[in-house]
């Protein structure tokens, strides 16, 4: 089902038309204007366009750090798992007494 879900950054109004629950779009653009008046305090002083497209990769820079160590901790998990097989493997194949 779609929904309109109005939302507000850098003082302009967007009525955006999705499928996604309102309340993540909402929380999505709370998100990008945090990111714009951050980078505003850092001293940006760039045209509004520029400003949400440097927020934009902050934001998606983050994701993709978040996804790398999310990817490692898979990796993990899956090295320690295959020990345990190994091991279990090996007790297998040991007789019993």
Same mark, same amino acid.
């Given at each position: ?8 950054? #850098? %003082? ?11 309340? !993540?779009?909402?929380? &999505?653009? $709370? *998100? ?9 305090? #850092? %001293? ?11 927020? !934009?990769?902050?934001? &998606?820079? $983050? *994701? ?23 091991? !279990?493997?090996?007790? &297998? ?5």
């Amino acid at each position: 089902m779609s929904h309109k879900v109005n939302v507000k950054i #850098l %003082g302009k109004k967007f009525s955006i038309r999705t499928s996604d629950n309102p309340e !993540a779009v909402e929380a &999505a653009a $709370e *998100l990008v204007q945090q990111q714009v008046d951050e980078l505003r305090e #850092l %001293g940006a002083s760039v045209g509004s366009d520029r400003l949400i497209t440097l927020a !934009a990769l902050n934001l &998606a820079g $983050e *994701l993709l750090k978040k996804g790398d160590t999310e990817i490692q901790n898979i990796n993990t998990v899956l090295s320690a798992l295959d020990d345990v097989v190994s091991q !279990a493997e090996g007790l &297998a194949k040991v007789p019993l007494r």
